[in-house]
């Protein structure tokens, strides 16, 4: 079978509908999107909220944060090892995002920083939800299905065609190396598209063994859990691509550790772990991080100096009178709107949620114990009389380990942490038996990046020149983020821009045409 369109999007995800959309507000007449699964919306129907930068949300809640500022920052976080034109037109485009939306009828609630400490960052993150008069709280809820669906209501209202369980195989190149169309099989056999341009928006690799081992060198990440191990990312894109003369970018990685989400494993004692008092230890027994970061800087960093550590692993290790003080009040534990750090919502066990079902998000205190339980029998923690015991479930010499927290209480007893300046505030000593120690592994949200392109979302060569006819959108694409994640959000904002802007560049060609 065979068809002829002005544009072909490979892949029905938020970058591909949004590009679709775009494309018809453009004026393009034909657009195609080929979606090899049997529904649209890919990794965008598990997103929880989206960044953006001078909002009409913001704006309705008097928040002020300009692109210039955004930009200052991200860039610092980023150390200019990025692509600073595209970073800088996705951040003036994030705003854009909101108002595109609003108009496709998609309106953000309210809009929170989701960081550790609301004081100190700027509010970025757009959710929706639902306000709660008694609380005084907004409860948060995931926009990944209501944006999903909206995406989709405004494709079927443009008439934007989308084929679902076609898979695009091949692209199709000319002999002076234009890309005009796609080779795809589909429920009726094998389609051939003929298009003017091509858009590709088939996520990451995350879940394409070879291209995660290609990327991340060394046995060590074999055993890493990558939560956007999806059937979708399988990095179709990228090698489609490749095969027509596309290089590789650098991938950048959202890393979730220490506390990797384990599957069956206790939201509640991975807050334990997110939390800057209790000292963080590497399996050579020494402390190699200032705890405290998530309340200090982007979090992230945390995150991504576990990745650093031998094994790849860190142990979180608290003592007897610190849980005491948690169960006992919250000065430790400061209530907040962050929903990834569980604290107003009741806590949250994978495969045992019957001890949390029907509970009062106040009373998971009390359950402290329970939780530490399972991770115990889990193999996720222990429970140690003496710093032997904690030593041996680290794998550790004890000696090593009775010096660092020798250290580290010196530390929180003069009020100055002189290895790497945690705030005073969140020094606490580990002196008090039992001994409650977490192991935690680098732990990988998604794979962002793969495939290079330019400012103008166009795929390109190893000269750096555009493959002519060819564009990416979304997270496969290189060059917006590293390793050093920041605002919340960005992914799902990266995305919508980059859709957005790679059917303007497209609109512009053809209309030059």
């Known amino acids: 079978?065979?068809?002829?369109?002005?544009?072909?999007?490979?892949?029905?995800?938020?970058?591909?509908?949004?590009?679709?959309?775009?494309?018809?507000?453009?004026?393009?007449?034909?657009?195609?999107?080929?979606?090899?699964?049997?529904?649209?919306?890919?990794?965008?129907?598990?997103?929880?909220?989206?960044?953006?930068?001078?909002?009409?949300?913001?704006?309705?809640?008097?928040?002020?944060?300009?692109?210039?500022?955004?930009?200052?920052?991200?860039?610092?976080?980023?150390?200019?090892?990025?692509?600073?034109?595209?970073?800088?037109?996705?951040?003036?485009?994030?705003?854009?995002?909101?108002?595109?939306?609003?108009?496709?009828?998609?309106?953000?609630?309210?809009?929170?920083?989701?960081?550790a400490d609301t004081n100190q960052f700027r509010n970025t993150h757009h959710r929706i939800g639902k306000w709660n008069p008694e609380t005084g709280k907004w409860d948060m809820v995931p926009h990944g299905p209501s944006i999903t669906k909206c995406l989709k209501d405004n494709c079927d209202k443009l008439g934007v065609e989308i084929l679902l369980k076609t898979r695009a195989k091949h692209l199709l190149k000319a002999g002076d190396g234009t890309i005009h169309g796609v080779e795809a099989e589909g429920p009726d056999g094998a389609l051939t598209v003929h298009a003017k341009a091509v858009i590709l928006a088939t996520g990451s690799i995350s879940a394409n063994q070879e291209l995660v081992h290609r990327f991340y060198k060394g046995s060590e990440y074999d055993n890493i859990h990558i939560m956007a191990q999806v059937p979708h990312n399988t990095g179709d894109g990228f090698l489609m691509a490749e095969e027509v003369g596309g290089v590789e970018g650098g991938v950048g990685t959202l890393f979730i550790g220490p506390h990797n989400h384990f599957p069956h494993a206790s939201e509640t004692v991975g807050m334990f772990m997110r939390r800057p008092h209790p000292i963080k230890i590497n399996r050579l027994g020494e402390r190699f991080v200032n705890e405290g970061l998530p309340y200090t800087e982007f979090g992230w960093m945390q995150?991504?100096?576990?990745?650093?550590?031998?094994?790849?692993?860190?142990?979180?290790?608290?003592?007897?009178?610190?849980?005491?003080?948690?169960?006992?009040?919250?000065?430790?534990?400061?209530?907040?709107?962050?929903?990834?750090?569980?604290?107003?919502?009741?806590?949250?066990?994978?495969?045992?949620?019957?001890?949390?079902?029907?509970?009062?998000?106040?009373?998971?205190?009390?359950?402290?114990?329970?939780?530490?339980?399972?991770?115990?029998?889990?193999?996720?923690?222990?429970?140690?009389?003496?710093?032997?015991?904690?030593?041996?479930?680290?794998?550790?010499?004890?000696?090593?380990?009775?010096?660092?927290?020798?250290?580290?209480?010196?530390?929180?007893?003069?009020?100055?942490?002189?290895?790497?300046?945690?705030?005073?505030?969140?020094?606490?000593?580990?002196?008090?038996?039992?001994?409650?120690?977490?192991?935690?592994?680098?732990?990988?949200?998604?794979?962002?990046?793969?495939?290079?392109?330019?400012?103008?979302?166009?795929?390109?060569?190893?000269?750096?020149?555009?493959?002519?006819?060819?564009?990416?959108?979304?997270?496969?694409?290189?060059?917006?983020?590293?390793?050093?994640?920041?605002?919340?959000?960005s992914e799902m904002s990266f995305t919508l821009y980059s859709g957005r802007a790679a059917a303007a560049e497209v609109a512009a060609l053809l209309h030059q045409a």
């Open 1 to 115: 079978m065979e068809r002829t369109v002005d544009l072909c999007i490979v892949g029905a995800s938020g970058g591909g509908m949004s590009a679709a959309i775009a494309a018809r507000q453009h004026g393009i007449q034909s657009v195609l999107v080929l979606e090899k699964m049997p529904s649209v919306g890919g990794c965008t129907k598990m997103s929880a909220g989206m960044m953006a930068i001078d909002s009409p949300t913001q704006r309705r809640f008097g928040i002020k944060m300009d692109v210039d500022e955004a930009f200052n920052d991200l860039m610092t976080v980023l150390n200019w090892h990025c692509d600073a034109k595209l970073v800088r037109k996705w951040l003036k485009g994030s705003g854009e995002n909101i108002a595109w939306l609003e108009d496709l009828g998609f309106r953000y609630d309210f809009v929170t920083s989701e960081s």
């Open 303 to 489: 995150c991504a100096n576990v990745d650093t550590q031998p094994g790849k692993v860190c142990f979180t290790l608290m003592d007897q009178k610190y849980i005491d003080t948690v169960k006992q009040g919250k000065e430790f534990l400061p209530e907040r709107r962050d929903t990834g750090s569980m604290l107003d919502q009741p806590p949250i066990m994978f495969g045992i949620h019957a001890i949390d079902k029907g509970k009062s998000p106040d009373t998971w205190r009390e359950r402290i114990d329970q939780h530490f339980q399972y991770e115990v029998e889990q193999g996720h923690a222990k429970i140690c009389q003496t710093l032997e015991e904690v030593a041996a479930f680290i794998g550790c010499p004890v000696e090593r380990l009775q010096e660092t927290i020798e250290a580290y209480n010196g530390f929180c007893h003069t009020g100055y942490d002189a290895e790497f300046l945690k705030r005073k505030e969140f020094l606490f000593p580990v002196e008090q038996a039992p001994y409650y120690v977490i192991r935690g592994e680098s732990g990988i949200d998604t794979c962002l990046g793969g495939l290079k392109i330019n400012n103008h979302q166009q795929v390109v060569n190893k000269d750096g020149d555009a493959i002519p006819g060819l564009y990416a959108a979304g997270v496969m694409c290189s060059g917006w983020f590293n390793d050093l994640y920041a605002f919340f959000g």
